[in-house]
């Protein structure tokens, strides 16, 4: 039978600060923009993966625990660097986490969302499905 794929993944995420948040995923992370909807901005963040971020003021306070965006890069050290060169708020330092096999550290965007960034150790150039 035929085999239906997804060519393309986008994760949207709410903010009350469209101007803070666009400033931190453009400047900070120096996401491309793909599309410019107005309300909703869509990056992009990898191939074939995107991150929406839409204006909405009565985005739901708290809900952005329920929520982690992780971003994978085999340069963890190089973008904790750049993140800290930035002046963007870290609470530690990259690590190794034996558990999922990764090397990672979290930090949080303009609107309280988790961003995680690592890689997966002991895979191709530390990403899932490289091509």
Same mark, same amino acid.
């Given at each position: 039978? !035929? ?9 949207? #995420? ?16 120096? #996401?491309? !923009? ?16 995107? %991150? ?18 992780? %971003? ?21 330092? @990259? ?14 965007? @303009?609107?309280?969302? #988790? ?12 990403? %899932?499905?490289?091509?």
């Amino acid at each position: 039978g !035929m085999t239906l794929t997804f060519d393309q993944q986008v994760t949207f #995420l709410y903010t009350r600060d469209l101007a803070a948040s666009a400033q931190f995923y453009e400047t900070a992370l120096g #996401l491309p !923009m793909a599309l410019d909807q107005g309300l909703c901005r869509i990056y992009r963040a990898g191939h074939g993966a995107f %991150l929406g971020i839409c204006a909405r003021a009565d985005a739901p306070p708290g809900s952005q625990s329920a929520i982690i965006v992780t %971003l994978v890069t085999p340069d963890v050290d190089g973008w904790y660097d750049r993140l800290i060169a930035a002046g963007i708020a870290i609470d530690r330092p @990259p690590a190794h986490n034996p558990t999922y096999h990764i090397y990672h550290f979290f930090l949080r965007d @303009p609107a309280g969302y #988790l961003i995680e960034i690592q890689r997966f150790d002991g895979l191709p150039v530390g990403l %899932l499905g490289a091509e």
